[in-house]
């Protein structure tokens, strides 16, 4: 059963560009979960999502970003006009059930964004 | 402010020796999750604790989850090369459907 995986596992943009970053989520999870790790931090969430729902984006900024986990196909955390303080790894994970404090969610690799 | 404190944010040993990290809070929590993330990698699940005073021992690693729930503490006994890595404890936050980390401690062991 493979794990969570995420494309590319690295990405490099020019200022101005659009970052799309997918996430296949572990099979059987329909809960995704996507954070971003600036460097030499910890984790913080940006969105939770279910199958073609958008159940919290309290944690992503209200511009340039946006999130989707279509009904077939994996998730996608789309930047639009990206700004070098986007530079961070973004991880997603997933769940197969809603999380609850002893659900495990199974985290990617992540995706290295570094924008020029 | 950081709703989790974790300390120290680096710490380079040598091989056998022990050592303790902390994750602090002001806050009471219903549980609390250590992860190990190495260089490159995403963040593993290495436990979970949910009772105030609960230690739970992984191998060399023991975990202690604070009497009154508000802090935990890691220590690995007789470190070893493997055990590098980014150590972040972590909270459930407003209903379990986001996680709150720590911005973690850096651990090197040096062979």
Same mark, same amino acid.
């Given at each position: 059963?493979?794990?969570?995986?995420?494309?590319?596992?690295?990405?490099?943009?020019?200022?101005?560009?659009?970052?799309?970053?997918?996430?296949?989520?572990?099979?059987?999870?329909?809960?995704?979960?996507?954070?971003?790790?600036? +460097?030499?931090?910890?984790?913080?969430?940006?969105?939770?999502?279910?199958?073609?729902?958008?159940? &919290?984006?309290?944690?992503?900024?209200?511009?340039?970003?946006?999130?989707?986990?279509?009904?077939?196909?994996?998730?996608?955390?789309?930047?639009?006009?990206?700004?070098? #303080? &986007?530079?961070?790894?973004?991880?997603?994970?997933?769940?197969?059930?809603?999380?609850?404090?002893?659900?495990?969610?199974?985290?990617?690799?992540?995706?290295?964004?570094?924008?020029? | 402010?950081?709703?989790?404190?974790?300390? +120290?944010?680096?710490?380079?040993?040598?091989?056998?020796?022990?050592?303790?990290?902390?994750?602090?809070?002001?806050?009471?929590?219903?549980?609390?999750?250590?992860?190990?993330?190495?260089?490159?990698? #995403?963040?593993?699940?290495?436990?979970?604790?949910?009772?105030?005073?609960?230690?739970?021992?992984?191998?060399?690693?023991?975990?202690?989850?604070? &009497?009154?729930?508000? &802090?935990?503490?890691?220590?690995?006994?007789?470190?070893?090369?493997?055990?590098?890595?980014?150590?972040?404890?972590?909270?459930?936050?407003?209903?379990?459907?986001?996680?709150?980390? #720590?911005?973690?401690?850096?651990?090197?062991?040096?062979?």
């Amino acid at each position: 059963n493979a794990g969570v995986m995420q494309n590319p596992r690295h990405l490099v943009r020019r200022r101005g560009q659009e970052a799309r970053l997918r996430c296949s989520p572990m099979k059987g999870h329909s809960h995704v979960y996507w954070y971003r790790q600036l +460097p030499e931090e910890g984790l913080k969430f940006m969105v939770y999502l279910q199958k073609e729902n958008i159940i &919290d984006e309290s944690g992503m900024p209200k511009e340039r970003f946006s999130a989707e986990f279509p009904k077939e196909g994996p998730s996608i955390l789309r930047i639009q006009q990206v700004v070098r #303080g &986007d530079s961070a790894a973004y991880f997603c994970a997933s769940s197969p059930i809603k999380r609850a404090f002893n659900t495990e969610a199974f985290f990617g690799q992540g995706t290295r964004l570094t924008v020029v | 402010t950081q709703l989790l404190e974790q300390s +120290p944010q680096f710490l380079s040993i040598q091989e056998g020796e022990n050592l303790t990290v902390y994750c602090n809070s002001s806050s009471v929590f219903s549980s609390l999750q250590w992860y190990r993330q190495e260089p490159g990698e #995403g963040p593993v699940l290495l436990v979970t604790v949910v009772t105030g005073g609960e230690v739970k021992k992984l191998k060399r690693l023991t975990f202690q989850f604070g &009497d009154a729930r508000k &802090d935990s503490s890691l220590h690995i006994t007789a470190a070893q090369p493997g055990d590098t890595g980014l150590y972040l404890c972590a909270v459930d936050f407003q209903g379990a459907q986001k996680l709150v980390f #720590g911005q973690g401690t850096r651990l090197t062991i040096n062979p």
